[in-house]
T-cell receptor, first 114, second 113 residues
Framework: GNSVTQMEGPVTLSEEAFLTINCTYT??????LFWYVQYPGEGLQLLLK?????DKGSNKGFEATYRKETTSFHLEKGSVQVSDSAVYFC?????????????FGKGTLLTVNP | NAGVTQTPKFQVLKTGQSMTLQCAQD?????MSWYRQDPGMGLRLIHY???????DQGEVPNGYNVSRSTTEDFPLRLLSAAPSQTSVYFC????????????FGPGTRLLVL
């Protein structure tokens, strides 16, 4: 079945540092890939997505590129802010008839200190 | 639009009690689902529905029931609560099964003693 592996946290950075959160996946077919963010006390929000190989998703300064050859979708941001402190989830949807079911990684807690 | 709403925000139950977690969306979304979030486990799919009158099991369905009598509502029922069901529960929806972006509610925190 499908699975997502993302780097274990917690990750603690200083403001303006560079962020990378690694995510690799196992899936059949051609899944779509997502990063969701969960701010303290809130539900999940879509951060960015990519639907086919070599696509780059971007939003709020975050980027991730769909790499089929390495089955990866690493999240990056060049300069983090305190407001980026949250839990980040990598996820995918299956292809074909189950393309609406999300499979999540375990989440990575990011704390950004001023 | 209110988006996806969930009630209650927090609930404490005793082992063996039953309760219903409510989820509603006002976006005319076809697809709705329930997840539970546990520390170190990410989110796991409990049940989902692809339209009114149609439900199916996800990854961890045991101990939970669902029904979908209207497009807007998708309640999750705990028949006999157990401490292992202590978790945060999220409801999510999307416009259709072809629309992959899902919208999440704020969650219900459940503690079973």
């Amino acid at each position: 079945g499908n699975s997502v592996t993302q780097m274990e946290g917690p990750v603690t950075l200083s403001e303006e540092a560079f962020l990378t959160i690694n995510c690799t996946y196992t899936a059949t077919g051609y899944p779509s890939l997502f990063w969701y963010v969960q701010y303290p006390g809130e539900g999940l929000q879509l951060l960015l997505k990519a639907t086919k190989a070599d696509d780059k998703g971007s939003n709020k300064g975050f980027e991730a590129t769909y790499r089929k050859e390495t089955t990866s979708f690493h999240l990056e941001k060049g300069s983090v802010q305190v407001s980026d402190s949250a839990v980040y989830f990598c996820a995918l949807t299956g292809s074909g008839g189950s393309n609406y079911k999300l499979t999540f990684g375990k989440g990575t807690l990011l704390t950004v200190n001023p | 639009n209110a988006g996806v709403t969930q009630t209650p925000k927090f609930q404490v139950l005793k082992t063996g009690q039953s309760m219903t977690l409510q989820c509603a969306q006002d976006m005319n979304h076809e697809y709705m689902s329930w997840y539970r979030q546990d520390p170190g486990m990410g989110l796991r799919l409990i049940h989902y529905s692809v339209g009114a009158g149609i439900t199916d099991q996800g990854e961890v369905p045991n101990g939970y029931n669902v029904s979908r009598s209207t497009t807007e509502d998708f309640p999750l029922r705990l028949l006999s609560a157990a401490p292992s069901q202590t978790s945060v529960y999220f409801c999510a929806s999307s416009y259709s099964t072809a629309e992959e972006t899902q919208y999440f509610g704020p969650g219900t925190r459940l503690l079973v003693l």
